[in-house]
């Protein structure tokens, strides 16, 4: 048993080697099992392919040529300053430069007045928040989660289950996911224990007002290490979802909430 | 000054890291895929991805050899979950003949190998095969691997010595 488990540590200490380019030999009191292994492990390591140097070349010279315009375009973005912003907000001719700084001014005095609480009936008990959300402001970008089927699912165990995930864009403007597809966590309904997690894409995917985008779960009814969950009943669970709206960064929806119900018969 | 510096040095690092990882990213690909034209372009995607996303990587959540290693887990199973379901994926050695390599008879013994090499790995569980390609052609450390399969160290080393015993036995008929 001894010999197993310190064969076991051995062997990937061995391989490590063999692949960092050391030569590699095993000591004379291995077993002859282990030296077989060992043996069949530089197998492997000779049937390797290596990528030509064509391809590497290429390929290196794309990648940079990309990484810099990528760079450039990064450096324009940066020269519009905030200032150049405004400047392109005011009018060229006298008469409009005088009407936008007349209703400018006029603009800062009335939130002067109503920052001291003057239009309120109890002075000085209206909040900030409370004010912008009496003039209905919009807070967050709204993304709507659903699922098709949207009921339960039931399959006998080993059966793959199959769900669409909408995510849908109920906001007036357009959204971006990034990175597309979130973490899709299956967790047991009754504990909420995570048995199997699908790591986040790198994509990102944008998605107009009303409209909806469509990522395809398929779950084999295994848990991270690979086993066959027991039967029983599991969640389908979102927790998080990065979404840009304007090229800022905001809160898609609140917390994690199951989508649909997987029963393993 | 600074921005050029910045510049220089953002495309230093990426052009370290493509040295460092190109080899291994391609050979993992290929091993799953099993065709050199396919593994290129598969293995520009990953490259690609990388580049775009760079700027979000962070070595404090994760070292660049886990990170750079879902990536290409993630295309090598989106490619499958286009291709697969509408035609077979061609195996190589005997329609390719790379021209810096091997005797157009050795690369059909390799193919051939490779090929029974593939289909014994088949046979073993996922988490095993997973492991093997991850030790084998990433070059991942057990430390990485178990990062990235949230399983422990330990149950690494133990699965891949086994895994590698199971596949000597299967392709040697033993």
Redesign the interface.
């Known amino acids: 048993m001894d010999r197993e488990l310190r064969?076991?540590?051995e062997?990937?200490e061995h391989?490590?080697r063999l692949?960092a380019g050391e030569k590699g030999t095993v000591d004379e009191g291995e077993s002859e099992?282990y030296r077989?292994?060992f043996s069949?492990?530089r197998k492997?390591?000779r049937?390797?392919?290596?990528?030509?140097?064509r391809?590497?070349a290429e390929?290196?010279k794309?990648?940079?040529l990309?990484?810099?315009e990528?760079?450039e375009e990064q450096?324009e973005r940066s020269k519009i300053t905030l200032w150049e912003v405004f400047r392109s907000l005011v009018p060229k001719t006298p008469v409009w430069r005088g009407a936008t700084v007349t209703v400018a001014v006029g603009v800062l005095a009335v939130l002067v007045i109503w920052g001291a609480g003057l239009f309120s009936q109890t002075p000085g008990t209206v909040t900030g928040p409370e004010s912008t959300a009496m003039l209905g402001v919009p807070s967050t970008a709204r993304l709507q989660l659903e699922t098709s089927p949207s009921d339960a699912l039931a399959h006998p165990a080993g059966e793959a289950f199959q769900v669409d995930i909408i995510f849908k864009n109920i906001s007036a403007d357009s959204i971006t996911i990034d990175?597309y597809p979130p973490v899709i966590e299956i967790q047991e309904a009754d504990t909420s224990d995570v048995v199997r997690?699908f790591?986040q894409?790198?994509?990102k995917r944008e998605i107009a007002p009303s409209e909806g985008l469509i990522y395809m779960l398929v779950w084999d009814q295994?848990d991270?290490?690979?086993q066959q969950v027991d039967s029983g009943r599991y969640n389908v669970v979102i927790s998080d979802v990065e979404v840009l709206k304007n090229a800022q960064a905001e809160d898609a929806f609140g917390g994690a909430r199951p989508l649909v119900e997987l029963v393993i018969q | 000054m600074s921005?050029l510096k910045e510049?220089k040095s953002?495309?230093e690092a990426?052009?370290e890291l493509?040295e460092e990882y190109?080899?291994r990213v391609?050979?993992y690909i290929?091993?799953r895929v099993n065709n050199?034209q396919v593994?290129?372009d598969l293995?520009?995607v990953v490259?690609?991805?990388a580049?775009?996303?760079f700027g979000r990587y962070s070595s404090d959540k994760a070292k660049f050899s886990t990170w750079i290693f879902?990536?290409a887990r993630?295309v090598v199973i989106d490619y499958y979950r286009v291709n697969v379901k509408k035609h077979a994926v061609p195996s190589e050695g005997l329609i390719e003949k790379?021209?810096?390599?091997p005797s157009p008879e050795d690369e059909v013994e390799?193919g051939e190998?490779?090929k029974k090499?593939q289909d014994c790995l088949k046979q073993l569980?996922?988490?095993e095969q997973?492991i093997?390609r991850l030790?084998?052609?990433a070059?991942l450390?057990?430390r990485q691997i178990a990062k990235m399969?949230?399983?422990s160290e330990?149950n690494?080393?133990?699965k891949?010595?086994?895994a590698?015993?199971k596949?000597?036995s299967c392709?040697?008929g033993t």
Do not use: C, M
């Not at chain 1, 049937?47 to 030509?52: A, Y």
């Not at chain 2, 790379?98 to 390599?101: A, G, L, M, N, V």
């Open positions: 064969e076991e540590r062997f990937s391989v490590d692949l099992e077989r292994a069949f492990a492997i390591i049937l390797r392919r290596q990528p030509s140097p391809f590497k390929l290196r794309q990648l940079l990309k990484l810099e990528r760079q450096e990175p997690s790591a894409g790198t994509d295994k991270d290490s690979g | 921005e510049a953002s495309r990426f052009a493509y190109l080899d391609f050979r290929h091993f050199t593994t290129e293995t520009s490259f690609e991805k580049l775009v996303n879902a990536i993630n790379p021209s810096e390599d390799q190998e490779v090499l569980q996922w988490d997973e093997v030790k084998f052609w070059e450390n057990n399969l949230g399983i330990t690494v080393g133990t891949l010595y086994r590698v015993k596949l000597r392709v040697q």
